[in-house]
């Protein structure tokens, strides 16, 4: 009798194991960056819905954590706005690939400013979240808002960061580093910088700072321009930044161009390269390549073809690069000669 | 014959000392689970030692996290060891805001759970006592990310708008509220079974004498349990010290600043290493997860002390009321 109900249990339990997918599908696992995974989850949909012998997982984990997992081999794509140091690349050498390229808006929770875009500037956010500029109402404010003078509320402003390995820290510290040479010899750059004590709030992913920002009034914070239409309907502000040659830009997809015009013909073959305070008038200063950090040696030669193979696809023009999945993050597409240099890198990843 | 708590009756134990192979598996087994205590701290002791030189006293003294900068190819060495230029790992935010959060959460935790305890105990009428007690132990079950979440969507914001000058929800206030929320189902289940298993002799002698209620359980029954409630919050403060995803939701995730009001971001110690380890990955010197690593030791060895000083004060006053 217990044999028999032995038997059964092993019976059912090998047939209930042997429900995953059919044999040849291989499964792909992608992690990291909040900036990038809205942009993931529409082209992963897409591309299953032609490929049903793939099976990718998406992941938002912060860019910290996508590029430790691809290096520890745990995840095939690490998505991260921030590109390797070359600390790391020595001990790993990792594709860094772009894929998109990708902006930060500067959001602020002040109610009754009613639609007007704030003016900030690299120095003055650094100031802000330096610890030295404490209340919206500052004289430092109100000189590159001449327009809000008496519209601004004498409130303490809650400056909200990542907490997380963040690729949105590191263009955000980058562009702090770029404009203000005390921030730059001070917290630098980078996914995780030891941020002044000021009073800052810490909160995890771009949808975790989102919801302080919503939850915290008079407060300011960084976001990926992918979570742009959650920000509008929060009536949360996002503010114009002050770019190199001094204009006030909104994050715009032409504004965004424009920055990448002005400074992709500099991408080098690693194509590791910061695009942020591009020269321009019309340029946006926060733009960035969304990277997927790819080990270039895969463990099958089915997972190697499975990722080369998404990967092409993501850089396509008749793929991933089309308006409707771009357009849907506020991204632009690649232009042709980095999407050709990503495609070099990609073909170079192989198996045993 | 008189048998103390912990021991077996002496036919008992003539037969456990007759039967070898009974007598050293269980002590095998006995000794394994202070082995397993031993070697996690023989292991963190290893992964921290160079963290421990590299970051010599400065560790306990500064407020200042900082894994250095990764962008730059600049190292600096102490020690022997070496990290990222302008690395430096000081504990001092998070073992305060760890001591002041669970310390604060024991204030307001332990009146509200004696008082619980006790109306279970007499107040609260036979046929409801299984339900409150079950709810007891519910919520002492309830996980911990479910009061993280709850404070993160309720808690957070209502502090943020109602309480709050700066209009910031997550911080100290919030933290030490939710962690006083988990402990006080804890001590009100382990109050409640000392008070309760305490004679009811005490407490009817008490009231035969003409005092009052309160003052029966105030005077007599309370001081009796003295120990056995001590222990219990003693317990449930470390409990709080190592409470991780909750507090990590409401925290505010402070770094490189210490609280100056009830209002302020804090961070603890067991959050941080959550929140902290991803980028101490990205240290490619390695210094920083070994840093990770030493904050670990210091949680390991102050939750070790906490739980070593309440076994001695639970069974140190054993007052059963037993005559003879």
């Known amino acids: 009798m217990l044999a028999r109900r032995f038997a ?24 990291g960056s909040t900036l990038i995974y809205p942009l993931m989850n529409l082209w ?26 691809a290096i520890a081999g745990v995840a095939q794509i690490g998505a991260s706005d921030a590109y390797m140091p070359d600390a790391a690349m020595r001990e790993h050498p990792m594709l860094n690939v772009p894929l998109a390229i990708s902006a930060q808006v500067i959001a602020y929770n002040l109610p009754g400013l009613g639609g007007v875009h704030l003016h900030l500037s690299g120095p003055l956010l650094a100031a802000i979240y330096g610890g030295r500029l404490a209340y919206w109402d500052d004289q430092r404010i109100l000189a590159e808002n001449a327009a ?68 915290a009034p008079y407060s300011i914070a960084y976001v990926g321009i992918s979570f742009m239409d959650q920000v509008n309907g929060a009536h949360l502000g996002y503010a114009a930044l002050r770019n190199r040659a001094g204009a006030y830009v909104l994050p715009t997809t ?33 733009i960035n390549y969304e990277y997927a950090i790819v080990n270039p040696h895969q463990p099958t030669l089915q997972i190697e073809r499975a990722l080369a193979g998404f990967l092409e696809w993501t850089l396509s023009t008749r793929g991933g690069q089309r308006p409707v999945f771009l357009n849907a993050v506020h991204f632009i597409a690649l232009p042709p000669v980095v999407a050709r240099l990503s495609r070099d890198q990609v073909a170079r990843i192989t198996s045993p | 014959m008189a048998v103390r708590q912990g021991e077996l009756r002496p036919a008992v134990m003539q037969r456990v000392r007759t039967q070898p192979l009974l007598r050293y598996a269980t002590g095998a087994f006995a000794l394994t689970s202070f082995g397993i205590i031993f070697l996690m701290l023989l292991f963190l002791l290893a992964y921290a030692f160079p963290a421990i030189r590299f970051n010599g006293t400065a560790f306990f003294t500064s407020p200042i996290w900082n894994i250095g900068n990764q962008y730059g190819s600049a190292t600096v ?22 001591l002041l959060s669970s310390f604060l959460a024991m204030i307001a935790a332990v009146p509200l759970s004696l008082l619980v305890a006790l109306a279970i105990v007499y107040r609260v009428p036979a046929s409801l006592k299984p339900l409150a007690n079950a709810v007891v132990e519910l919520m002492a079950g309830v996980p911990s990310v479910i009061y993280g979440l709850w404070g993160m969507i309720v808690l957070v914001p209502f502090i943020g708008n109602r309480l709050s000058p700066t209009g910031s929800g997550d911080g100290l206030l919030a933290a030490t509220l939710i962690l006083a929320l988990m402990v006080v189902p804890i001590m009100v289940a382990t109050t409640r079974d000392v008070v309760q298993a305490q ?13 009052t209620s309160w003052q029966a359980v105030t005077r007599a029954v309370l001081p009796s349990v003295r120990s056995g409630i001590a222990g219990s919050v003693l317990l449930a403060f470390g409990r709080a010290l190592g409470e991780t995803m909750a507090v990590l ?11 100056h009001g009830i209002f302020s971001p804090i961070n603890t110690i067991a959050a941080v290493i959550v929140s902290q380890l991803e980028s101490a990955l990205t240290d490619a010197s390695g210094m920083a997860q070994r840093s990770l690593g030493e904050l670990a030791l210091a ?5 070790l002390i906490v739980n070593a000083v309440a076994r001695i004060v639970l069974h140190g006053g054993d007052r059963s009321g037993a005559i003879g």
């Open chain 1, 8 to 31: 059964v249990a092993l019976g059912l339990s090998v047939a209930l194991a042997s429900c995953s997918p059919a044999a040849g599908t291989v499964r792909l696992l992608e992690t």
């Open chain 1, 44 to 69: 992963v949909a897409a591309y299953q819905g032609e490929h049903v012998d793939v099976e990718i997982t998406t992941q938002s984990t912060g860019s910290g954590t996508g590029i430790s997992q």
């Open chain 1, 148 to 215: 809000l003078r008496g519209r601004l509320p004498h409130r303490a402003i809650v400056p909200i960061r990542r907490s997380d390995g963040s690729g949105d820290t590191f263009i955000f510290t980058q562009y702090l580093s770029e404009t203000t040479p005390s921030w730059r010899s001070g917290p630098g750059f980078g996914t995780t910088v030891s941020w002044p004590a000021s009073g800052t709030v810490g909160a995890n992913g771009n949808p975790g700072v989102l919801q302080t920002c919503e939850d």
């Open chain 1, 254 to 286: 032409p504004a965004i161009a424009a920055a990448a015009a002005a400074l992709v013909s500099r991408t080098p073959r690693d194509e590791r390269i910061s695009l942020i305070d591009a020269p321009g008038a019309g340029s946006y200063p926060i």
């Open chain 2, 77 to 98: 060495t102490r020690a022997g060891f070496t990290a990222q230029a302008g690395a430096s790992f000081g504990s001092l935010v998070f073992v305060s805001g760890t």
């Open chain 2, 199 to 211: 004679q009811a002799s005490i407490y009817e002698a008490s009231m035969a004498l003409g005092s």
């Open chain 2, 249 to 259: 939701m409401v925290c505010g995730a402070a770094i490189n600043t210490l609280p």
């Open chain 2, 299 to 303: 949680l390991f060895v102050i939750t």
